[in-house]
């Protein structure tokens, strides 16, 4: 992927005699002109501050708005902030972040969190096993009440449909990370060579990373030694909605075998039939338009090393 054009502030050099640093831990902040990200740097500095482990900070302003640097740059000993010349979206934000870190392991989050606690021991051993993709937190709200945020799922006539459970465990599967917020393995992502697609909503871009992870034999797992408090509302599951052009065009990209997207012929044609029967012709038009829009979709499930029941059976493994 050609990364987008950008320039980069910095209080510290990325290279020593020539060598590029390395660091245990970057964490990547994305923002925007609308973020108020006060909170969120507060726990990123008193995080940073209090760790043995090397860690950066990397900044990425999505929007390229004016935001007063000179007091981040004198606070954080190792600080990058990253400005596109033109503003990106979610599929450019996170390949952009993972490229330029320091570190094996980056931590992606949004103004939406403040960091509790990481355990950096801990979560080098789990990825130091190798199968490990991504790292999800346990996440609590304003009142430590506990946000589910681990995610099952299932697909019925080739659609998706997810569910958020709160269940007790060192370390649990999910689907995927709901949230912008979650430690990715590096080099399983460069390695896999993954690429997302460019959605309105960056939750189906997260979808397809999820779904991607595990196709390519890696787990997401949420771990009980790394946990933030959601500063924003939860969101929604994802279910059926033929309302949604990013859930449809989502499906038809993603499930293409004759298993995962058997049925999904006479589940549309229904639809189509109930929405004609009372002349809801513009929902069709916007429905047969976002089918349409998907284009000419190769056969993704038949060059991945996991197949999609393998991956789907062991995402709900462990809900008993």
């Given at each position: 992927m050609v990364l987008p054009d950008y320039t980069e502030l910095s209080?510290?050099?990325?290279r020593k005699d020539g060598k590029k640093l390395t660091v245990d831990l970057s964490v990547c902040?994305?923002?925007n002109k609308l973020s108020d990200p006060v909170d969120t740097i507060n726990s990123i500095y008193h995080f940073t501050s209090?760790?043995?482990y090397k860690t950066e900070v990397l900044i990425i302003n999505v929007d390229k708005e004016g935001y007063k640097y000179d007091r981040l740059l004198a606070s954080f000993p190792q600080l990058r902030i990253l400005l596109p010349k033109e503003k990106i979206s979610f599929n450019q934000v996170l390949p952009?972040?993972?490229?330029?870190?320091?570190?094996?392991?980056v931590m992606i989050l949004t103004d939406d969190f403040k960091i509790k606690s990481?355990?950096?021991?801990?979560?080098?051993?789990y990825f130091s096993q190798n199968s490990t993709g991504i790292l999800i937190p346990q996440i609590t709200g304003e009142?430590?009440?506990i946000i589910p945020?681990?995610?099952?799922?299932?697909v019925k006539n080739g659609f998706l449909d997810t569910v958020s459970i709160d269940k007790q465990g060192t370390a649990l599967s999910s689907f995927y990370a709901k949230y912008?917020?979650?430690?990715?393995n590096k080099d399983m992502f460069l390695a896999r060579n993954i690429e997302l697609s460019d959605y309105e909503d960056h939750s189906y871009s997260l979808l397809e990373l999820g779904l991607r992870v595990w196709r390519e034999s890696y787990m997401i797992l949420q771990v009980s030694n790394y946990k933030v408090r959601l500063l924003s509302a939860p969101k929604q599951d994802v279910h059926f909605d033929s309302n949604n052009p990013d859930y449809i065009r989502f499906n038809y990209s993603s499930f293409t075998g004759q298993d995962s997207a058997a049925g999904r012929g006479r589940k549309i044609f229904g639809i189509v039939l109930k929405w004609a029967v009372t002349f809801r012709f513009g929902k069709i038009g916007r429905l047969l338009g976002a089918i349409k829009n998907v284009g000419d979709i190769p056969k993704a499930d038949e060059k991945y090393p996991v197949d999609d029941r393998t991956v789907f059976r062991t995402v709900n493994g462990d809900l008993d």
């Open positions: 209080n510290f050099s990325t902040l994305v923002i209090q760790t043995n952009l972040g993972i490229r330029e870190s320091l570190a094996h392991y990481v355990d950096m021991e801990i979560l080098q051993t009142y430590d009440e945020n681990i995610i099952k799922a299932s912008p917020c979650f430690i990715i």
